[in-house]
T-cell receptor
Framework: KNEVEQSPQNLTAQEGEFITINCSYS?????LHWLQQHPGGGIVSLFM???GKKKHGRLIATINIQEKHSSLHITASHPRDSAVYIC????????????FGQGTILTVHP | DAGVIQSPRHEVTEMGQEVTLRCKPI?????LFWYRQTMMRGLELLIY????????DSGMPEDRFSAKMPNASFSTLKIQPSEPRDSAVYFC??????????????FGPGTRLTVL
């Protein structure tokens, strides 16, 4: 089974700060997913990446396959970035499904 | 496309009652997933289907839970009888292919279930 660990579990920042959320997994994968969930809201896929780096606006995701580690960065954070960020990897009892980290609760204060 | 559609959005019921949650995946998607999210356990996969066939139901908590996908555009998750510990948000998601082959999953808005 692929174990997924995220850190930190909770993160508080001031508007404008640079944010980093980390994700480590135990078994080699084909791709890693980063998801975002706003309070009381649905879940949105932010990134799916298998190597290197991806950027979307102020969000950047990186992955190191050899080290089994990924990071999600938010530049110039804003209160609207406050959400739960979840990383997920394929694997578990079957290859076709995702295993999720416990999530990182991010709060950005104005 | 309207995205993944779930109904109802909120459900409040009493212990012992039957609960049916519904999901319409994105047209053309071959995979459908049912998830449960709680504060204690986070997001957990209950069951997933490929081409309407259940592939992995190892996450289904017990016999009180059942899921069906009679056709490519509709799935149900049923709890009978419901218990207070079933209170959670239930998400449905769909994807073009397997999670193991780099396919993005699209989530529905969720159904918030409260069992009194």
């Amino acid at each position: 089974k692929n174990e997924v660990e995220q850190s930190p579990q909770n993160l508080t920042a001031q508007e404008g700060e640079f944010i980093t959320i980390n994700c480590s997994y135990s078994v080699g994968i084909s791709a890693l997913h980063w998801l975002q969930q706003h309070p009381g809201g649905g879940i949105v896929s932010l990134f799916m990446l298998s190597s290197g780096k991806k950027k979307h606006g102020r969000l950047i995701a990186t992955i190191n396959i050899q080290e089994k580690h990924s990071s999600l960065h938010i530049t110039a954070s804003h209160p609207r970035d406050s959400a739960v960020y979840i990383c997920a990897v394929p694997g578990g009892t079957s290859y076709g499904k995702l295993t999720f980290g416990q999530g990182t609760i991010l709060t950005v204060h104005p | 496309d309207a995205g993944v559609i779930q109904s109802p959005r909120h459900e409040v019921t009493e212990m012992g009652q039957e609960v049916t949650l519904r999901c319409k995946p994105i047209s053309g998607h071959d995979y459908l997933f049912w998830y449960r999210q709680t504060m204690m356990r986070g997001l957990e996969l209950l069951i997933y289907f490929n081409n309407n066939v259940p592939i992995d139901d190892s996450g289904m908590p017990e016999d009180r839970f059942s899921a069906k996908m009679p056709n490519a555009s509709f799935s149900t998750l049923k709890i009978q009888p419901s218990e207070p510990r079933d209170s959670a948000v239930y998400f449905c998601a769909s994807s073009l292919g397997s999670a193991g082959v780099r396919n993005e999953q699209f989530f529905g808005p969720g159904t918030r279930l409260t069992v009194l």
